[in-house]
């Protein structure tokens, strides 16, 4: 990390969430003290924060710098309930990005592709957000938010991934048994590994520079592509994965890309876009 932020205390809001672990782990590694939040814990513990209601919360003594991880980021229940998940993902983010600024600390913030609507691969950091999902529209909210602040950096993620996801650790689990898999066709994704996530984080928050990064896989690849490279490396059959439609399982449609150019977070950051092949190294 850079002199700026090497004193004092780090604070990850969200530390039980995958991005959330990833960070306290490598920042433990480091040296530096770690203190995190959860909304699972008691009421009375000192970790329990609910962004849904954030009235009475202040940030801990000390706090340098501040990881924002915690989130309610399943699109559905976001189009179900925009109000409810925008007290959440909107207005208690930033209630506390703000009380955190005013005490001093450099404030990270994680948001999404989807501020774009995935009609083309490898969007600019530059070009204007065009959500069109509920969880898309909040995410562009909150990026509008933190950008106002002093001292913030926004880092927009594509899907993220750890050797426990549910999905692709299932898949691998029944690929090695010889059993079938179903994956869609009409879904992509760009994937970046929970821990590489991290580093690159650290580092933003080492710079304190501000601004907007993007981190996100090589390519978009299809479900079903992806869930064939994985039975490849596993040495299973890529025959065992069925391709269906997002429709069959009543999803909505998908967007056709996710993937976003990194230009800036290579050059300031070291980071590296993965291809897929290196990503599902996590499941061998």
Not at 24 to 41: D, E, I
Not at 266 to 271: H, N, T, Y
Request: charged share 25%.
């Amino acid at each position: 990390m850079g002199p700026a932020s090497d004193a004092g205390t780090v604070l990850v809001v969200g530390g039980d969430g995958l991005v959330g672990r990833a960070l306290t782990a490598r920042l433990t590694a480091a040296g530096r003290r770690v203190v995190s939040t959860t909304r699972r814990a008691a009421a009375h513990d000192p970790r329990f924060l609910d962004l849904s209601d954030v009235a009475a919360w202040r940030p801990p003594e000390g706090v340098s710098l501040a990881f924002l991880c915690a989130a309610a980021a399943r699109l559905e229940a976001c189009r179900r309930d925009p109000e409810g998940s925008a007290r959440v993902n909107v207005t208690g983010t930033l209630a506390v990005a703000r009380a955190l600024s005013a005490a001093g600390a450099f404030v990270v913030g994680f948001s999404s592709d989807r501020v774009f609507d995935g009609a083309h691969p490898r969007r600019r950091a530059e070009e204007s957000p065009c959500p069109s999902s509920e969880y898309g529209r909040q995410k562009a909210a909150l990026e509008e938010g933190l950008t106002r602040l002093t001292r913030a950096a926004v880092i927009r993620l594509t899907k993220v991934l750890g050797a426990d996801d549910a999905l692709f650790a299932g898949w691998a689990a029944k690929l090695r048994a010889g059993s079938a898999v179903e994956a869609f066709k009409d879904a992509t994704l760009s994937p970046i590994p929970a821990a590489v996530v991290a580093e690159a984080a650290v580092r933003a928050g080492g710079l304190s520079a501000g601004g907007l990064y993007q981190l996100s896989g090589a390519d978009d690849t299809a479900y079903t592509e992806a869930a064939r490279a994985l039975a490849r490396q596993l040495g299973a059959d890529p025959s065992l994965v069925a391709p269906i439609a997002c429709a069959e399982r009543g999803h909505a449609a998908f967007p056709a890309f996710t993937s976003l150019d990194c230009s800036r977070a290579s050059d300031e950051l070291g980071f590296r876009p993965q291809p897929l092949e290196e990503v599902l190294a996590l499941f061998r």
